[in-house]
T-cell receptor
């Protein structure tokens, strides 16, 4: 059973701080890693994808991947109240479906 | 470019009834996946289609079925509805063959919220 684990939170950070969200996965054959943001009552929105070990930056977001440790993280710099949402980590292998963690709820306090 | 379109957005059904949900993927996308999202279980994979063929299937009972048409539009059907089927049903589309390589991103529709009473 392929699993993706996330701390459910809530993770509370003050406005302007760095929010750090973490995810571990069980399948060593996983090749693609994604972060989705989901606002309450809405559908998931893709915000980052990462395929190779290391860091990938996009604006205020940085995704980090360590395949040896089976660990993915998402850093949000200069957090804003509008970043308050549930963040879903998703992992995919070759011909396997996209598997999601249950998400971490982030609350950015103004 | 239009996004993934799911219809209807909301449904209320009675136990024992059946329901059909529809998903139109992003233009040019040929892979469609369906997920069930509930507060306790998160996003759970139902099935995935590519070129009218089911490529992967999740661990759901046979009451849940799906299909894909030649224009890549997909439908899922749930028969003999149970109270526990109340959930947000999400469809996601990807450009290519799921077996051809995982480095493609999936984009979700707005979902269909199904309430079974």
């Amino acid at each position: 059973q392929k699993e993706v684990e996330q701390n459910s939170g809530p993770l509370s950070v003050p406005e302007g701080a760095i929010a750090s969200l973490n995810c571990t996965y069980s399948d060593r054959g996983s090749q693609s890693f994604f972060w989705y943001r989901q606002y309450s009552g809405k559908s998931p929105e893709l915000i980052m994808s990462i395929y190779s070990n290391g860091d990938k930056e996009d604006g205020r977001f940085t995704a980090q991947l360590n395949k040896a440790s089976q660990y993915v993280s998402l850093l949000i710099r200069d957090s804003q109240p509008s970043d308050s949402a549930t963040y879903l980590c998703a992992v995919k292998g070759g011909n396997t479906p996209l598997v999601f963690g249950k998400g971490t709820r982030l609350s950015v306090i103004a | 470019k239009a996004g993934v379109t799911q219809t209807p957005r909301y449904l209320i059904k009675t136990r024992g009834q059946q329901v059909t949900l529809s998903c139109s993927p992003i233009s040019g996308h040929r892979s469609v996946s369906w997920y069930q999202q509930t507060p306790g279980q998160g996003l759970q994979f139902l099935f995935e289609y590519f070129s009218e063929t089911q490529r992967n299937k999740g661990n759901f009972p046979g009451r849940f079925s799906g299909r894909q048409f030649s224009n890549s539009r997909s439908e899922m059907n749930v028969s003999t509805l149970e109270l526990g089927d109340s959930a947000l049903y999400l469809c996601a589309s990807r450009p290519g063959d799921p077996a051809g390589g995982p480095r493609t991103e999936a984009f979700f529709g707005q979902g269909t919220r199904l309430t079974v009473v």
